[in-house]
């Protein structure tokens, strides 16, 4: 396993995170992001909430880096 196969796999991660619904998925199971929003712990799961957050709000540069991987696949083979 690869540098380039180990990026890939936190890319399809990444990706994974973005289009999780927060009106169809998360919030049925909890995991809305204004039911802890007032919570001031850090727990596992706050924190795995932001990272969702964060991945849905950065998706532009995701597009991006899809984009990039795709090309570099295309021309290496």
């Known amino acids: 396993m690869g540098l380039w196969t180990l990026l890939e796999g936190f890319l399809l991660l990444a990706n994974a995170l973005a289009i999780l619904n ?13 039911e802890v929003s007032g919570d001031g712990t850090k727990s596992l799961r706050v924190q795995l909430m932001g990272l969702i957050y964060a991945t849905q709000y950065l998706r532009l540069p995701l597009i991006a880096l899809n984009t ?9 083979g």
């Open 22 to 34: 927060e009106d169809r998925f998360l919030a049925p199971r909890g995991w809305s992001f204004s």
């Open 68 to 76: 990039i991987t795709i090309i570099i696949k295309l021309v290496s």
